[in-house]
């Protein structure tokens, strides 16, 4: 347990400063260490919860949160998220999806970002709502946010600016991660919640202590390239090892 608190820790601080939660991660090193996969939806999307509030508050006193984009995105996906929360999933295909997403999100995190005319958005920026909902349904079927989907679209849409793309994305995983867990609940029933959290609390505590020190790092100090390069080999190196355990 020390050693998955530490690595809980870590992906929280990094996750975090990208404006994501760190939910899939959260699900895949509970899966390697050998939980049982009907808890880790659960487990992640509560971690999810605790990362991002702080994030969406340090965001939000700063100034940096559109808020007529963030409602509208996250407006549209919750209640695909809650969806998705409801649907049965096997374990098989549990983490099939969650280590694809993995890679595939670790891989668009590398994506270069021009910063040339960073204010205008490109043409398909106007699309993003119409993909709120897949991406809600993906995110509450798997337990997680949902952020890590939806961040490297605004970003390569240039919808705004990195810091408000890290802003929105942090309260569409807190809302997304509320509706999801309901779903996930009520499927599995809600006393999986006492489980859970029996079971992870030391990992609860590390992704607090994380989370705000990740967000803090967001805002007033470290370089978004660099935490990016982070989250992103992260991402990638866990994605991997998962699809390679299925």
């Known amino acids: 347990m020390p050693g998955l608190a530490i690595a809980f820790f870590i992906t929280a601080l990094l996750y975090a400063a990208v404006g994501f939660g760190g939910g899939s991660t959260y699900s895949a090193l509970l899966a390697m260490a050998g939980f049982d996969y009907r808890l880790l939806p659960v487990l992640s999307l509560a971690c999810n919860i605790v990362v991002v509030s702080g994030s969406s508050i340090r965001f939000a006193r700063a100034g940096l949160t559109p808020w007529r984009g963030a409602i509208l995105l996250t407006g549209i996906a919750a209640p695909a998220a809650l969806l998705g929360g409801l649907t049965p999933i096997g374990k098989g295909a549990f983490l099939t999806i969650l280590g694809a997403s993995l890679v595939l999100t670790g891989i668009t995190l590398l994506l270069p970002r021009s910063s040339a005319n960073e204010g205008e958005p490109m043409a398909a920026a106007k699309y993003m709502p119409f993909i709120a909902a897949p991406i809600g349904y993906l995110a509450g079927l798997v337990g997680i946010g949902g952020g890590i989907f939806l961040a490297p679209l605004l970003h390569l849409t240039r919808w705004n600016g990195a810091k408000q793309v890290a802003a929105t994305a942090a309260f ?15 499927k599995s029933g809600f ?23 990740g967000s803090l790092l967001a805002v007033r100090f470290l370089p978004q390239k660099v935490i990016r390069w982070m989250t992103a080999a992260l991402t990638i190196w866990v994605g991997g090892r998962l699809l390679l355990g299925v």
């Open 172 to 186: 569409f995983i807190l809302v997304n991660s509320m509706f999801g867990l309901v779903g996930q609940l009520t």
């Open 191 to 213: 006393d999986r919640i006492g489980e859970a959290v029996g079971l992870g609390l030391p990992l609860l505590l590390a992704v607090v202590i994380g989370g705000q020190i």
